[in-house]
């Protein structure tokens, strides 16, 4: 069952809080009049180590790696890194293996449209002499939506 960007990242907090914390202002930041993308946007996410506010000890390199672990072992993920950036400091960086269910999301769409709205497309193929294709009139109308 395909899960949403946001149940992913609750996911991963029961993993890496209070260590990490999911963040996206160092990347994603609100610059100008650019705002953030929406979490379901999102195909990579980021959670940077913790220090506000909480007294860490350091994780031991096995206990990031039993982490990574976790993680790696859930759905939908592609791949899992931890990352330094010089003055930021260091991140979890997960990549989501969602462009592929993106596209097969939109594919099953465009289908069920295609096959709901089968007379209004084969209508337009007739009128254009058949020189398009029903299946581009289709993803035409379908993009209008």
């Known amino acids: 069952?395909?899960?949403?960007?946001?149940?992913?990242?609750?996911?991963?907090?029961?993993?890496?809080?209070?260590?990490?914390k999911f963040d996206m202002d160092d990347f994603y930041g609100d610059k100008?009049?650019?705002?953030?993308?929406?979490?379901?946007?999102l195909d990579i996410l980021f959670w940077k180590r913790n220090t506000k506010g909480i007294k860490i000890s350091k994780l031991l390199q096995e206990d990031e790696n039993k982490q990574i672990e976790m993680i790696?072992?859930?759905?939908?993920?592609?791949s899992v890194e931890?990352?330094?950036?010089?003055?930021?400091?260091k991140y979890i960086q997960v990549e989501l293996d969602s462009i592929n269910n993106?596209?097969?999301?939109?594919?099953?769409?465009?289908?069920?449209?295609?096959?709901?709205?089968?007379?209004?497309?084969?209508?337009?193929?007739?009128?254009?002499?058949e020189k398009v294709?029903?299946?581009?009139?289709g993803w035409d109308l379908f993009n209008k939506n």
């Open 133 to 137: 294709p029903e299946d581009i009139i």
């Open 102 to 129: 993106r596209l097969i999301d939109k594919y099953d769409k465009y289908l069920l449209f295609k096959q709901n709205n089968f007379d209004n497309i084969y209508k337009i193929y007739k009128y254009l002499n």
């Open 1 to 20: 069952m395909k899960q949403t960007v946001q149940e992913i990242i609750d996911q991963i907090d029961k993993i890496v809080k209070p260590e990490w």
């Open 72 to 78: 790696k072992n859930l759905s939908e993920i592609k």
């Open 32 to 41: 100008g009049n650019i705002h953030y993308p929406t979490i379901e946007s």
């Open 82 to 89: 931890i990352i330094k950036i010089q003055a930021f400091g």
